[in-house]
């Protein structure tokens, strides 16, 4: 079965950090541009950051500079590490596969990981 | 940048038909993809490339994109279908997710 599962969320101070991590089964990471998606409560859906097949990355502008998106093929699992930690930054996190053969839709989504940044 | 645009909600009678529309500069000329979510839940992708449907997507759901505007219509709408709908697209390869539409079945 094609699946997607974060773990990692939490209570976090402002300042703090934080590290998600994205475990995939039934496909292969590396083969796939992989995303996250964050939803801050009540609100819409925001994309957060890429990790393309060939290792390179995106982040939109909002965390750029202060997460980061990283693979391990041998555990074939996404990692999103998350620094400087804002009040804003508070959401549920998603980790979402892109599926470039359906004009990159995001075809599958994990259950979220819910990050609360809050003193 | 670029920005999609949906209206807030929508209500529909059951078994009737619901059209929840997502607006954006020449969207016609990009891809235009659908997502459920239910409260509680993770989105799911029902409609990919304007058009099409995913395996164990209903019938019911379908899609069209022309001009400024692409448009999700669930047909013969059923209580299940109550959910928030968001459409995304792709401009110069950056993700845009409209702000979403609460559909209510009355």
């Known amino acids: 079965e094609v699946q997607l599962v974060e773990t990692g969320g939490g209570l976090i101070q402002p300042g703090g950090s934080l590290r998600l991590s994205c475990a995939a089964s039934?496909?292969?990471?590396?083969?796939?541009?992989m995303n996250w998606v964050r939803q801050a409560p009540g609100k819409g859906l925001e994309w957060v950051s890429v990790?393309?097949?060939?290792?390179?990355?995106s982040y939109a502008d909002s965390v750029k500079g202060r997460f980061t998106i990283s693979r391990d093929n041998s555990k074939n699992t996404v990692y999103l590490q998350m620094n400087s930690l804002r009040a804003e930054d508070t959401a549920v996190y998603y980790c979402?596969?892109?599926?470039?053969?359906?004009?990159?839709?995001?075809?599958?989504w994990g259950q979220g990981t819910m990050v609360t940044v809050s003193s | 940048s670029y920005e999609l645009t949906h209206p807030s909600s929508v209500s529909v009678s059951p078994g009737q038909t619901a059209n929840i529309t997502c607006s954006g500069d020449?969207?016609?000329?990009?891809?235009a993809f659908w997502y459920q979510q239910k409260p509680g839940q993770s989105p799911v992708l029902v409609i990919y490339?304007?058009?099409k449907r995913p395996s164990g997507i209903p019938e019911r759901f379908s899609g069209s994109n022309s001009g400024n505007t692409a448009t999700l219509t669930i047909s013969g709408t059923q209580a299940m279908d109550e959910a928030d709908y968001y459409c995304?697209?792709?401009?110069?390869?950056?993700?845009?997710f409209g702000g979403g539409t609460k559909l209510t079945v009355l």
């Open positions: 990790v393309y097949s060939d290792s390179s990355t």
């Open positions: 995304q697209a792709w401009d110069s390869s950056h993700v845009v």
């Open positions: 020449k969207l016609g000329n990009k891809y």
């Open positions: 039934g496909f292969t990471v590396s083969n796939n541009y």
């Open positions: 979402a596969r892109e599926e470039a053969l359906w004009g990159r839709a995001f075809d599958i």
């Open positions: 490339q304007d058009t």
